[in-house]
């Protein structure tokens, strides 16, 4: 793969279009669709998880390809941490304990009521400090400071993500049950996002360790 730069910036150039176009066309026949769509195990959580594992491989695939390079390390921290939201999004394994169904969608056991789910939050807390840590520890931060560019469009669109998902999630968007679809669609793009900036960081990373 090429990592000089104005072949990296036509790259992400490109898939930056097609994310913005897939992103309204993606959003129109949602406006049509169900609520249940946008229920717990339904297709838009399901499709996040497809996301998420999708990140966490890519994330394995680049720390295989880095073997040897000062910032090997780091990609195992960011395949952790795209572990941390997969987690997240299956409940820390609540989705797999249907407990009933309710007006407002499936219902599932809370925490305390599953076997192992004494010992979720502190292994939740310990994997968050690693993956912290491994970040802190293995990223080239002067080289992120000075010399490698930020993707500022991306940032700003896991900023409106994360807004969307907060707002959606208390229906203050639109005060109806469509706000939780905006809060799933919102997240499963955020995750997109996220696995894009990724490979942004992955690009210019080998980049700058071919320098040195």
Not at 29 to 46: K, Q, V, Y
Not at 96 to 119: C, D, R, V
Request: some cysteine; aromatic content about 18%; overall charge neutral.
């Amino acid at each position: 793969m090429d990592f000089e730069p104005e072949t990296i910036r036509r790259r992400f150039r490109k898939w930056e279009l097609i994310l913005a176009i897939g992103t309204v066309m993606c959003f129109i026949p949602l406006l049509f669709t169900d609520p249940s769509f946008a229920w717990e195990n339904g297709p838009l959580e399901m499709t996040q998880n497809f996301i998420l594992f999708f990140d966490i491989c890519m994330a394995l695939y680049f720390y295989k390809e880095t073997k040897g390079n000062h910032c090997h390390r780091l990609w195992l921290s960011v395949a952790l941490l795209f572990l941390i939201l997969l987690g997240r999004e299956l409940s820390w394994g609540r989705v797999f304990y249907f407990k009933e169904m309710a007006s407002w969608g499936p219902s599932y056991y809370s925490l305390k009521e599953i076997p192992y789910g004494f010992i979720v939050n502190p292994t939740v807390g310990a994997a968050i400090l690693l993956t912290a840590f491994g970040l802190f520890r293995d990223a080239p931060w002067r080289a992120i400071r000075k010399e490698i560019p930020m993707p500022f469009g991306l940032m700003a669109a896991v900023i409106v993500c994360v807004v969307l998902s907060t707002l959606g999630d208390k229906e203050k968007i639109l005060h109806t049950v469509f706000d939780q679809t905006i809060e799933e669609y919102a997240e499963l793009l955020m995750y997109i996002f996220l696995g894009t900036g990724a490979s942004w960081y992955y690009c210019w990373i080998r980049w700058w360790e071919s320098r040195k």
